[in-house]
């Protein structure tokens, strides 16, 4: 089905400099890079990323050889859960810059043949966005409130909430509000922080309102959509108690049948990818649409990404498994065989803005407990690198992950931000480690996130050895893992074979996975802690740890290209 309106003229000037026919499906083995705008470059100063950051970087992005970039949310918001609130879906936030900036870094972008891809929050949006004030004001029962699920609360005076459900980031899923006239009254849904209110899908202006979000987008030019909580939007009707539900429950369950992964949230998919293949056709230039999908089940997730649904979804089961090869070999063949089984590609991903960093996660440590054994977690790290970028698929880097940095565990608590910390009264930790500054430069104030002489402080604290895992000093090594990743991507682009060829796991010893793409390539990763023989005989083409010859060492990864039978 094609959308009513045809694309604003300015669709047209902005495709005609960026027509990639004959570049269809670039997507489906892209490498793109998080870039979590707040803490990738500041601009002017004032200690938080913004946009002229990013686009002051584009050649570092370039030189990484990165497809695309995907850009958290930049919208007006007053960050209670940094953008994911959003107040203005058709603006840039002042702190992050202005519209005419957005459009001249797509631009860049698109100068450098690097993708632009934004950030769209459809569940929820901020509780300062205009049709929630106007909610508010307009009393039970009008139209406005009929946008949002409003209720009346349980009890004899309303005094609680309308069902049990929990927030998933901690305490009840509801807020009472205070009507115009004073009194308590209704209560409304936020399925996350109290600050982002749900819209209600049901009621056709929402669905309407964010068709016209997308054009807005699409007619800037940017290539596709990263979707925020795409297993979300419909709640089942008259939002009836989850049964397993506990009082005490610290953070909502994700699995909760009546609040997320509603049978109709595809048909939004649908239209929503009705629209982007149609300017797609119409301009010749591809747009893409990738999912936050919330779900455990592999075959729930492929669903989401069927020929007429996103073009994919995130594969966050690779992200969550141990460094355990059994595991490791399993995810990847749930991956291979049931999400590509859908005809789109898997979507690799071991890092983002949401989970703490892998070199910590293989580490042992954890946020807010032990640091764990960072220089084995690092080596981890670089094998699962070399991994990821031979799988069959698209990978997405989150920034810093290219840099090895660890998680910041020990933030102190009175500058943590996450609303996860505080709402669950800091049993869970919270996403702050992740979301650190940058460290681009170890011989500049704030690392070189912020101009010199930085006027404020970084808005999460660099520590001291940050400046170790800065951009130049990376640079100065060969054996970096800023190198690593460089070398990978190229090798991606240079070498068909990686990304082309069948996958075929070979036999080896225990602890070790390897696989061949066609008849050249092959990929050794070895999960143990010992040394072992390459299950298969080749030239080194890449390797995670310089030591690899005829032998792999413990914890380290090699890309070959494998000699022919008869050589
Ligand atoms: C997604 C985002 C996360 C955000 C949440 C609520 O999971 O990745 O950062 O807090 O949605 O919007």
């Given at each position: 089905?094609?959308p009513?309106?045809h694309p604003?003229?300015?669709?047209?000037?902005?495709?005609g400099?960026?027509?990639d026919?004959?570049?269809?499906?670039?997507?489906?083995q892209?490498?793109?890079?998080?870039?979590?705008?707040?803490s990738?470059?500041?601009?002017?100063?004032?200690?938080?990323g913004?946009?002229?950051?990013?686009?002051?970087?584009?050649p570092y992005?370039?030189?990484?050889?990165?497809?695309?970039?995907?850009?958290?949310?930049?919208?007006?918001?007053?960050?209670?859960?940094?953008?994911?609130?959003?107040a203005?879906y058709?603006d840039?936030?002042?702190?992050?810059g202005?519209?005419?900036?957005?459009?001249?870094?797509?631009?860049?972008?698109?100068?450098?043949?690097?993708?632009?891809?934004?950030?769209?929050?459809?569940?929820?949006?901020?509780?300062?966005?205009?049709?929630?004030?106007?909610a508010?004001?307009?009393?039970?029962?009008s139209?406005?409130?009929?946008?949002?699920?409003?209720?009346?609360?349980?009890?004899?005076?309303?005094e609680?909430?309308?069902?049990n459900?929990?927030?998933?980031?901690?305490?009840p899923?509801w807020?009472?509000?205070i009507?115009p006239?004073?009194?308590?009254?209704?209560?409304?849904?936020?399925t996350?922080?109290?600050?982002?209110?749900d819209f209600?899908?049901?009621?056709?202006?929402?669905p309407a309102?964010?068709?016209?979000?997308?054009?807005?987008?699409?007619?800037?030019?940017v290539?596709?959509l990263?979707?925020d909580?795409?297993?979300?939007?419909h709640?089942?009707?008259?939002?009836?108690d989850?049964?397993?539900?506990?009082?005490?429950?610290l953070?909502?369950?994700?699995?909760n049948?009546?609040?997320?992964?509603?049978?109709?949230?595809?048909?939004?998919?649908?239209?929503?990818r009705a629209?982007?293949?149609?300017?797609?056709?119409?301009t010749?230039?591809e747009?893409v649409l990738?999912?936050?999908v919330?779900v455990?089940?592999t075959?729930e997730?492929?669903?989401?990404?069927?020929?007429d649904?996103?073009?994919?979804?995130?594969?966050f089961?690779?992200?969550?498994?141990?460094?355990d090869v059994?595991q490791l070999?399993?995810?990847i063949?749930?991956?291979?065989?049931?999400?590509?089984?859908?005809g789109?590609?898997?979507?690799?991903?071991?890092?983002?803005?949401?989970m703490?960093r892998?070199?910590?996660?293989?580490a042992?440590?954890?946020?807010?407990?032990?640091?764990?054994?960072?220089?084995?977690?690092l080596s981890?790290a670089?094998?699962?690198a070399?991994?990821?970028?031979?799988?069959?698929?698209?990978a997405?880097?989150y920034?810093?992950?290219?840099?090895?940095?660890?998680?910041?565990?020990?933030?102190?608590?009175?500058?943590?931000t996450?609303?996860?910390f505080?709402r669950?009264?800091?049993?869970?930790?919270?996403?702050?480690?992740?979301?650190?500054?940058l460290?681009?430069?170890?011989?500049?104030?704030?690392?070189?996130?912020?101009?010199?002489?930085?006027a404020?402080?970084?808005?999460?604290?660099q520590?001291?050895?940050?400046?170790?895992?800065?951009?130049?000093?990376?640079l100065?090594?060969?054996?970096?893992?800023?190198?690593?990743y460089?070398?990978?991507i190229a090798?991606r682009?240079r070498?068909?074979?990686?990304?082309?060829?069948?996958?075929r796991?070979?036999?080896?010893?225990p602890?070790?996975?390897?696989?061949?793409?066609?008849?050249?390539?092959?990929?050794?990763?070895?999960?143990?802690?010992?040394?072992?023989?390459?299950p298969?005989?080749?030239h080194?083409l890449?390797?995670s740890?310089?030591?690899?010859?005829e032998?792999l060492?413990?914890?380290?990864?090699?890309w070959l290209?494998?000699?022919?039978?008869d050589?």
């Amino acid at each position: 089905m094609r959308p009513a309106r045809h694309p604003h003229p300015q669709a047209a000037r902005s495709s005609g400099s960026h027509s990639d026919q004959g570049n269809l499906g670039w997507w489906r083995q892209a490498v793109t890079y998080q870039v979590y705008v707040r803490s990738f470059q500041d601009s002017d100063g004032d200690g938080v990323g913004d946009l002229g950051g990013v686009r002051q970087r584009l050649p570092y992005l370039r030189s990484l050889g990165v497809d695309a970039i995907w850009l958290n949310p930049f919208f007006p918001s007053p960050q209670h859960d940094h953008g994911y609130d959003v107040a203005d879906y058709l603006d840039v936030d002042p702190q992050y810059g202005t519209l005419e900036g957005f459009d001249a870094l797509v631009r860049d972008a698109h100068r450098l043949d690097i993708k632009v891809l934004i950030d769209v929050v459809p569940n929820h949006c901020s509780i300062e966005h205009a049709w929630f004030t106007a909610a508010v004001a307009a009393g039970p029962g009008s139209p406005e409130r009929g946008r949002f699920h409003f209720a009346d609360g349980r009890g004899a005076q309303g005094e609680l909430p309308p069902n049990n459900w929990r927030s998933i980031f901690g305490g009840p899923a509801w807020r009472r509000i205070i009507e115009p006239d004073g009194t308590p009254g209704q209560w409304y849904l936020h399925t996350f922080a109290e600050e982002q209110a749900d819209f209600n899908w049901r009621h056709p202006a929402v669905p309407a309102y964010f068709e016209e979000v997308l054009r807005f987008w699409f007619d800037r030019g940017v290539d596709g959509l990263r979707i925020d909580v795409a297993h979300g939007l419909h709640k089942q009707e008259g939002l009836p108690d989850h049964d397993s539900a506990l009082d005490d429950e610290l953070t909502g369950d994700p699995n909760n049948p009546h609040a997320w992964n509603q049978l109709e949230v595809h048909d939004v998919w649908r239209r929503w990818r009705a629209i982007a293949d149609w300017y797609t056709a119409s301009t010749g230039h591809e747009r893409v649409l990738i999912g936050e999908v919330g779900v455990l089940d592999t075959a729930e997730l492929a669903a989401y990404q069927r020929p007429d649904e996103l073009h994919q979804s995130f594969f966050f089961e690779f992200l969550r498994t141990p460094w355990d090869v059994e595991q490791l070999r399993s995810v990847i063949d749930r991956g291979r065989l049931t999400v590509a089984a859908t005809g789109s590609p898997v979507a690799w991903v071991l890092n983002n803005h949401d989970m703490p960093r892998v070199v910590t996660r293989y580490a042992g440590g954890a946020p807010g407990g032990p640091v764990g054994d960072i220089e084995l977690g690092l080596s981890r790290a670089r094998a699962a690198a070399l991994l990821m970028l031979a799988l069959p698929g698209s990978a997405f880097i989150y920034q810093g992950e290219e840099l090895g940095l660890p998680e910041v565990t020990d933030l102190p608590e009175h500058l943590l931000t996450d609303p996860m910390f505080h709402r669950t009264a800091g049993a869970r930790r919270g996403r702050d480690g992740c979301r650190v500054p940058l460290p681009w430069d170890s011989g500049r104030d704030a690392l070189g996130f912020s101009p010199e002489p930085a006027a404020a402080t970084t808005w999460l604290p660099q520590p001291d050895w940050f400046g170790y895992h800065a951009v130049d000093r990376q640079l100065e090594s060969g054996e970096s893992m800023l190198h690593l990743y460089r070398e990978a991507i190229a090798l991606r682009r240079r070498v068909p074979g990686i990304t082309q060829g069948e996958f075929r796991w070979l036999p080896t010893e225990p602890g070790v996975l390897a696989f061949m793409r066609g008849d050249g390539f092959a990929c050794v990763v070895n999960c143990s802690s010992r040394p072992v023989c390459m299950p298969v005989d080749g030239h080194v083409l890449h390797a995670s740890k310089a030591e690899v010859g005829e032998k792999l060492p413990p914890d380290s990864a090699a890309w070959l290209l494998v000699r022919a039978c008869d050589e």
